[in-house]
């Protein structure tokens, strides 16, 4: 899977930027997007090539805690619709969604900074192009 096929969807799909790990130290809004895990799936008997990898994606704004859940489900509706097609241009089989973790912070200046955090199983082949 290419990441930089993950960064655009979820730019495209939100119309925010979107950064592997963590958003840059003067940016407080944004997509952040992580690889947690990214398996072999066994089959028992037959070799394969497909892999089920677990990210994380984050939805992070201030002061807009309805925007960044619709944000969120967007991201969810769209990707839940991948079955034998395409994330960005790399093929993908199949996105399950996972885990939905919310956070709160209080900020200098009355600002609070949500963050829905949702995983997605990606299944795809290891060796596509």
């Keep these: ?6 960064k655009k969807d979820l730019s495209r799909i939100t119309g ?15 997509i952040i ?8 799936v066994f089959t028992g008997l037959a070799k394969t090539t497909l892999v089920q990898a677990r990210y994380q994606i984050t939805v ?4 807009d805690y309805e925007k960044a859940l619709w944000l969120s ?3 969810k509706e769209e990707w839940g619709k991948i079955e034998h097609d395409y994330l960005g241009d790399y093929p993908v ?16 200046e009355n600002r609070t900074c949500y963050r829905i955090t949702r995983d ?8 596509a192009e």
């Design 60 to 63: 992070q704004l201030l002061n």
């Design 16 to 30: 925010l930027e979107a950064f592997p790990l963590k958003l840059p130290s003067k940016q407080l809004e944004g």
């Design 120 to 127: 997605f199983i990606l299944t795809y082949a290891e060796d």
């Design 73 to 75: 489900e967007k991201i």
């Design 33 to 40: 997007y992580q690889r947690i895990s990214d398996p072999k």
């Design 93 to 108: 089989q199949h996105v399950e969604r996972g885990n939905l973790i919310q956070d709160r912070e209080e900020l200098t």
């Design 1 to 6: 899977m290419r990441e930089n096929d993950i």
